[in-house]
């Protein structure tokens, strides 16, 4: 038995989550008595005690500056508790927190509203959209995140892309940027839960790692002095494997492009009577296209 929101009103919430493949434990959590629900709107404790909530993510994130890591772990250290092993992937802190660049602006371009950025960090994108009219949301686990994404002008809520969100079925379109295939450590189940964000014929657009990698790992956050949050899965997809990952949860690919070494895929998800598209948009994905 789960426990739910509100009794009746979690009903059709809660195996939505799990045919997303959620397991039962999260879903509890995440439907304790102050869980973000319409009628209360207080934050989760799901997302207090999201790994992206711990220092140095925080820290760095409210001075705008790194360095800062993700540390791979090894996944069998991790199991025994043994000493930390593993190399460190920089995040980008500069960057996100700087105005959108060549390579953003590139994703910017593509955008049809409305536009929900998932994981937006201190959102540069949900800001530069709507400057430029196009409505737009971020959604992010992190407070400082959201704070910072509202002081530039954005709108933005404190949201698992897993929790119940705004306008379900109804987003033009779905950003994915900077890494954030890898929220969850899996990619399937991600791509998945996106797929019932958008509206049918709305698209995503997700950033790849640059090198050809399709890997799942734990890593944690960590900062230049060894400073660092707990541990969480994660992955790591460039496009190939991005490409099959969107073919394995029905979405449809539309486009590639790189800019500045960062690589983008557009995906479509199908609208009624759109199946037969397949074939020629797999042929349009197998080349890189404009910038
Ligand atoms: C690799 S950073 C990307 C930063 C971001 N795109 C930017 O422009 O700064 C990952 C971001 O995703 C957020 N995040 C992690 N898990 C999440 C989840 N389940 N739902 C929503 N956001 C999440 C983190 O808090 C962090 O801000």
């Known amino acids: ?25 999260d879903i509890a959590a995440a439907a304790q008595p102050d869980a973000p629900t319409p009628a209360t709107g207080r934050p989760a404790p799901a997302q207090r005690r999201d790994p992206w909530t711990d220092q140095p993510y925080a820290h760095a994130l409210r001075t705008g500056s790194g360095p800062l890591f993700l540390r791979r772990l090894s996944p ?15 995040l980008d802190v500069e960057r996100w927190c700087a105005l959108p660049d060549a390579a953003d602006s590139s994703v910017l371009r593509r955008c049809a509203g409305p536009v929900l950025d998932a994981g937006c960090g201190p959102g540069r994108l949900v800001a530069a959209l709507t400057a430029r009219g196009v409505p737009a949301l971020g959604i992010d686990v992190s407070p400082t995140a ?27 379109t779905v950003l994915l940027m900077d890494g954030n295939i890898g929220i969850g450590g899996d ?40 400073r660092h949050g707990r541990p969480f899965p994660w992955a790591r997809l460039g496009t190939n494997a991005l490409l099959h990952a969107a073919d394995a949860t029905g979405w449809l690919p539309a486009g590639r492009w790189a800019v ?13 009577g759109r199946h037969d598209q397949h074939a020629t948009l797999a042929a349009l994905a197998a080349r890189p296209g404009r910038r």
């Open 76 to 90: 069998s250290d991790a199991a025994q508790g043994a000493g930390w092993r593993g190399d460190l992937l920089p």
């Open 146 to 172: 959201v704070a910072r994404t509202r002081r530039l002008g954005g709108r933005a809520v404190r949201r698992s892309v897993f929790d119940r969100l705004p306008q379900e079925g109804r987003w033009g």
């Open 260 to 272: 500045d070494g960062r690589p983008f895929v557009a995906l479509h998800r199908p609208g009624p």
């Open 187 to 226: 990619p399937i189940g991600l791509l998945d839960r996106l797929r019932t964000l958008v509206a049918p014929g709305g698209r995503l657009l997700a950033e790849a790692a640059p090198h050809d990698v399709d890997e799942r790992l734990t890593v944690r956050v960590e900062d230049a002095r060894g």
């Open 1 to 25: 038995m789960l426990p739910c929101l509100d009794g009746a009103q979690a009903l059709p919430w809660v195996p939505d989550r799990l045919a997303h493949g959620r397991r039962a434990t």
